[in-house]
């Protein structure tokens, strides 16, 4: 009916009765972004499916962070060109960063792609759709040093109803050498601190009890009015006075509901303060853990890599945060064979890594990405084997301190929120406790939404398991 509809010359496609369906890569920000598609598109119409079958236009949100996330998008890719002859109408977009660094290329490249549409032109989507189903490719990759979709609420995707995560800002300024985040997001922005407090206050409403705080550099959030990244020194006075940085914005989100968890992610080591971290003190739903990757241990090292840090300040700060903190989960990103990295400044790595005694990390060999500093002005020179060998070091040590830490709670009681069922089994639920480690119970008389005391019987490297033994509600 509808396609006889669409095939009489003179009519109007009613855009209206299209469905689509969002399949997201990379990191949060991007999830948080499909939820803004989301909105943007239902605003105009378009019904969101879960299911890919039922889809009439199918958006991929890519990510570029490492060559192997693009190539897993391009299998992605070759996958639904069978979807496309079993449909020939279906429409196929993509998004997100892997659409920005390639920009009209995919569309070249990508046969079967016929939409781009990069992290910035999102409320551009449904004319970029109506002139799609007009028989045109179309493309939006502009970067904007404004938009943040502030006032778009979005709708949240394959949710839990527990945990959501929330946008503070968008783009990347530190041009950290080996970092593609810059040239795909664009410049730093923050988003009107209001918009962010009211987004909290209707995910309370609404029964969630996390958020997350999204930015790719949280510690340099700051509200003056909008607009680009401008240090504190160079507001005016009366942009200082009204101005809101991290710290206060964090307190701001906590006073939204004392039942509401809140974390937030990333830190970046050169900008993280004390008031941060004073302001996590000051509220007890501000959760104990901090995600603060320090990439390298070896100072010449984090220099290449245009950090900004040394290896001693971020013993310090981790030091600083043992010290105010004690109970605060830490957890890291590291990359391993960096440009020109020897054996001695690996080694570096690893005693960081001992030093600091991460809860977990993130872990990945160097991937040069073109255009960023380091594949302009070094060379990637550290064989893959070596990259690889060294790399298997660093997850072996990091895996050896998780298991010891996690073996160590084993007898004593952890708060968590309790989010969905286990993934192996639907009579085990799993939460985080306050510093962010996945705690797995069975789901005898509980909710999603609940907050456990959960006794902890056994442990795994990257889990614990235990029994309930009380129910309360608190965070
Ligand atoms: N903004 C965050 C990181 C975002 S990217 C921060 O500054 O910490 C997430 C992680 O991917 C980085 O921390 C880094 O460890 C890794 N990464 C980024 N670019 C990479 C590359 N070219 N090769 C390998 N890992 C990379
Ligand atoms: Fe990339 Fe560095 Fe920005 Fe993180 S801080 S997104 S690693 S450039
Ligand atoms: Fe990937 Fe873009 Fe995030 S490159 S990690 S999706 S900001």
């Known amino acids: 009916m509808e396609t006889e509809l669409l095939e009489q010359p003179g009519l109007k496609k009613d855009l209206t009765t299209r469905t689509i369906y969002i399949e997201s890569y990379g990191c949060a920000m991007n999830f948080a972004d499909s939820e803004v598609v989301a909105t943007i598109l239902g605003e105009k119409g378009y019904s969101h499916t879960p299911s890919e079958e039922d889809a009439d236009i199918i958006l991929i949100n890519t990510c570029s962070i490492r060559e192997n996330a693009e190539q897993k998008i391009r299998h992605r890719l070759n996958h639904l060109r069978s979807n496309k002859k079993r449909n020939h109408k279906l429409i196929i977009g993509i998004l997100g960063c892997m659409a920005e660094r390639l920009k009209k290329n995919l569309l070249e490249e990508e046969k079967l792609v016929d939409l781009v549409a990069g992290p910035d ?167 104990n853990y901090i995600h603060l990757p320090a990439q390298s241990g070896s100072t010449r090292i984090l220099d290449l890599m245009n950090r900004n840090y040394t290896r001693e300040w971020y013993l310090n700060k981790v030091e600083r945060i043992r010290e105010l903190i004690p109970e605060c989960g830490i957890s890291c990103d590291i990359i391993s064979g960096f440009c020109s990295e020897t054996e001695e400044e690996h080694q570096e790595t690893l005693s960081l890594m001992e030093i600091c005694e991460f809860d977990f990390s993130y872990m990945y060999n160097y991937s040069e990405r073109p255009g960023t500093l380091a594949a302009r002005k070094l060379k990637d020179d550290i064989p893959l084997e070596v990259k690889s060998r060294r790399l298997q070091e660093i997850i072996a040590l990091q895996n050896r301190v998780s298991k010891q830490k996690n073996a160590s709670r084993v007898g004593s009681v952890v708060r968590v929120l309790t989010e969905s069922v286990s993934k192996k089994s639907n009579e085990e639920f799993k939460g985080r406790s306050d510093d962010n480690i996945t705690v797995i119970f069975p789901a005898d008389g509980v909710q999603p939404g609940d907050y456990v005391d959960v006794l902890i019987e056994r442990s795994t490297t990257t889990s614990l398991i235990g029994k309930v033994i009380n129910k309360t509600d608190k965070p």
């Open 121 to 287: 032109s999102y409320r551009d989507l449904p004319k970029l759709l109506a002139e799609v189903e007009d028989g045109q490719k179309s493309i939006n990759v502009l970067l904007s040093l404004e938009e943040t979709y502030a006032e778009i609420n979005p709708t949240r995707l394959n949710s839990n109803g527990v945990t959501a995560f929330v946008s503070i800002m968008r783009g990347c300024d530190n041009m950290c050498s080996f970092c593609v985040v810059p040239f795909t997001r664009g410049r730093e922005r923050s988003r009107d601190a209001m918009s962010i407090v009211e987004e909290v206050r209707q995910l309370a409403t609404l029964g969630y009890k996390e958020v997350t705080l999204l930015g790719q550099n949280v510690d340099s959030y700051l509200w003056f009015g909008g607009g680009p990244k401008k240090e504190f020194s160079k507001l005016t006075v009366e942009e200082q006075v009204n101005s809101i940085n991290f710290a206060k914005l964090l307190g701001m989100v906590a006073e939204v509901d004392e039942k509401m968890r809140i974390r937030f992610s990333t830190s970046h080591p050169k900008d993280i303060t004390d008031e941060v971290l004073y302001t996590m003190i000051r509220y007890p739903n501000i959760c």
